[in-house]
């Protein structure tokens, strides 16, 4: 069995497999809507790969990073625009 | 103050080209980095191989990886250049100065994709967009997906994703079969390997319908994907889905290249023979100086590690192996052009710049690229362009080869000090 990591995604505890970058795991949590875009669209990622900045996230109070570059680590605190 | 670190060679890339120039570099025994924006090496193609193996020939350099004596700097992206010799990089913790004697740029390609009504909803993503985030751990199991737009990866990408019990509906490719068909011809004549390769790709989707001469016309949900309805140019029909992964061919990174002053030819990364730039001591290597896959991307790659480390003999005896794979790759892109009705699928209303929200309607009333930017924020906000500008050169022909630091965006302090800030230098 592979490893499994605890995160919070807007509050929620979710359990994800290591390895599952950031945008998996919003997604693993049932989130669609990652961001608001500038006139308040509902955006989920695009590229997959650092390009298009669509799957912004606050990861540790941390805002505008790209989910999908980011890997989850233990006890990691992730809000989408939504939350 | 910054932290610097010193390298005798630094790679920017770990995909294919990256890796195979660290590799050689690194025989010559001299100190070599290689930087990565991705948590982990491979690039795209590569990626999740160090965790999850299954491609033969990237274990093996990956193996290599392991055994050769390079400083990998992964989660960090080069933002900016601190006067000659000196890059300016950040991670998730501050800003870091890279120094280096010789310089290999493997920045790699992204995918190009083009706007339809309803591209912005959340399910439609690039075709290698969704196989990334699926190898990042995006459940896909049982979902529905349509993968469409053009190029070969879009049949690498169905085939991969039903390997994971995706549910592939339908192959979209825009190309006319009556274009396919030469290409298919020479590679059975020219290139076996390669036609087993595409044999075994088609076997993996047997049931999948693989369909020429068609493209998507729009995307519809209630505030996700829910449908895609594609068209041959005759009829047009709607096929419910989870996932659109689409994506139309690939365009290179040359955002770095530009900032170094390295010349561009159409569209590419201009390199000699030994793969140097125009820039003395900076090389190119990958899909940056010509589309065309991975046993180019091995092979400039190998080029300009020996080249860039005094090994011309090394170097030389790869040159008829880069011709092969550069005629490849000539018959590849000619065989995926994209049609010309393309240019005719976003609406008025339909978003061009998904970070300024600005519509097709607005974009097109201009006569530049940069007029647009200057007049609606088109390529003004956090992506730089990186997906509109590849949009609006296919729908406007706006040429798009002019790059400001920062390359990405970043936080203020790790640019204000920097004489990479060009206003630090008064």
């Known amino acids: 069995m592979p490893e499994t990591i605890r995160i919070k995604v807007n509050g929620v505890a979710v359990d994800v497999p290591e390895h599952t970058n950031v945008a998996a795991a919003v997604t693993r949590a049932g989130h669609v809507h990652f961001r608001r875009s500038v006139t308040g669209q509902p955006r989920g990622p695009l590229c997959g790969m650092g390009i298009c900045f669509e799957c912004r996230v606050t990861i540790d109070g941390q805002p505008h990073r790209r989910s999908c570059q980011v890997l989850c680590r233990p006890g990691m605190e992730i809000q989408t625009d939504d939350a | 103050m910054t932290p610097e670190r010193q390298f005798d060679v630094l790679v920017v890339g770990a995909g294919p080209a990256g890796l195979a120039a660290a590799c050689c570099a690194a025989e010559s025994g001299r100190r070599v980095g290689v930087v990565d924006d991705n948590p982990d090496l491979g690039g795209q193609i590569w990626r ?12 093996a350099w990956l193996q290599r990886v392991r055994t050769a004596s390079l400083d990998f700097l992964p989660g960090m992206q080069v933002i900016g250049q601190n ?32 706007p339809f009504p309803g591209w912005t909803l959340p399910g439609v993503l690039g075709a290698g967009g969704l196989q990334a985030m699926v190898k990042g751990g995006l459940p896909i199991e049982g979902r529905r997906v349509v993968v469409a737009g053009s190029g070969p990866l879009l049949l690498a990408v169905a085939a991969y994703l039903r390997t994971r019990g995706a549910k592939a509906s339908l192959i979209a490719e825009q190309a006319a079969w009556s274009a396919l068909l ?68 690939l365009v290179p990174n040359l955002e770095l290249p530009l900032l170094m002053g390295c010349d561009v030819r159409a569209g590419f990364v201009a390199v000699d023979e030994m793969q140097q730039t125009s820039v003395n001591g900076v090389y190119g290597a990958g899909e940056v100086t010509g589309i065309g896959g991975l046993d180019k991307s091995l092979t400039e790659g190998q080029i300009a590690g ?34 010309d009705e393309l240019r005719h699928v976003a609406a008025p209303d339909t978003l ?31 992506c730089q362009g990186r997906v509109c500008g590849a949009a609006t050169e296919f729908l406007f022909g706006w040429p798009t080869t002019s790059v400001r630091p920062p390359i990405y965006p970043t936080a203020l302090a790790n640019f204000l000090e920097s004489p990479a800030n060009p206003a630090s230098l008064a």
């Not at chain 2, 920045?107 to 190009?112: H, L, N």
């Not at chain 2, 068609?214 to 209630?222: E, F, K």
């Open chain 2, 352 to 382: 061009v710049c998904r970070c300024e929200d600005v519509s097709y309607d607005r974009v097109r009333r201009h006569e530049s690229w940069r007029a647009a930017k200057l007049q609606t924020r088109c390529g003004m906000g956090p």
């Open chain 2, 48 to 59: 999740g191989e160090r965790v999850h193996p299954h491609h033969k020939e990237a274990g």
């Open chain 2, 83 to 114: 006067g000659p010799g000196r890059l300016l990089a950040e991670t998730a913790d501050g800003a870091c100065e890279l120094r280096f004697e010789r310089l290999i740029l493997a920045p790699g390609a992204r995918e190009r994709f083009l």
């Open chain 2, 306 to 339: 020996y080249a860039a480390t005094g090994q011309p003999a090394k170097a030389r005896r790869l040159v008829a192996a880069r011709k092969r794979s550069q005629r490849f790759a000539a018959t590849l892109n000619t065989a995926f052009a994209l049609r």
């Open chain 2, 182 to 249: 030469p290409f298919g011809l020479a590679l059975l004549r020219t290139q076996p390997d390669k036609t087993r390769q595409a044999l075994a790709l088609r076997w993996a989707l047997r049931g999948v319908p693989y369909r020429t001469d068609c493209w998507p016309m729009r995307a519809d949900g209630d505030g996700k994907l829910a449908s895609v309805t594609l068209t041959n140019g005759r009829r047009t029909w709607s096929v419910p889905c989870d996932y659109l992964a689409c994506g139309f061919g």
